[in-house]
Every structure is written in C-alpha cells, then in structure tokens.
C-alpha cells in the first residue's frame, strides 16, 4: 500500500500532524468535532511523508490529548503500514455538542 494512495490532501476535513503533540491533536480534535467532523493524520508531514511516530506514542498522545477536551470528543483510529513508515488516521464525527479545551477555547475548522 502507497501514501499516496490512502491520503488526501488536507483541507477542511483533513489534517495532518507529524509529531505525537497531545496540546495540538487536542485543539484538531475540538475544532472538528465543533465543524463538520474530519480526519486527523498523524505521523505525516505537511507533504504527506512519514515522521516515524510509533503506535505507543500515537496512543498515549490521544488518550492525553482526550482528556483536555470538554466534553470528551468521540473518535475512531487507524494504523497502517505504508512505504517509509507508518501513520494513524484518527477521526472525529461532528457532534451536536459544542466542545472546547480545558482552557477555555472554543475551536471550529475552517479551511486547511
């Protein structure tokens, strides 16, 4: 299975994330679950190529990332083995709540 095959580009309903950041996956996951719902790709770059993220640190990063938003944001994951490495499609459906950070914010996706 190639990259180029699975990914689309981002956009208003995909993101990619190249590191494991639980404080950024947080704010993608509050601002779909906010819009029209949408699909976070972890362990790829803004061009699509592996980062190296691995399956402990895609995990522990959500779980974290999970407890900053309130309420919590419902999601599904996926992993996959591509060429160059591997990455986790992450998806969050819009929700009929509004949900914000811990801190406070309030986020909704719009555009890239």
């Not at 980062?51 to 999970?66: D, I, P, Q, R, Y």
């Amino acid at each position: 299975m190639t990259l180029a095959s699975l990914l689309s580009p981002p956009g208003p309903l995909v993101a990619y994330l190249p590191t494991a950041d639980p404080a950024r996956l947080s704010e993608y996951l509050v601002a779909f679950a906010n819009s029209d719902g949408g699909t976070i790709v972890l362990g790829v770059d803004d061009k699509g190529r592996p980062t190296g993220v691995f399956v402990e640190e895609a995990e522990g990063a959500l779980l974290a990332a999970e407890r900053l938003c309130r309420p919590l944001v419902q999601t599904g994951w996926e992993h996959a083995e591509v060429d160059g490495g591997a990455l986790y499609t992450i998806t969050v459906s819009r929700s009929p709540e509004l949900h914000s950070l811990t801190d406070g914010r309030v986020l909704i996706r719009s555009g890239a």
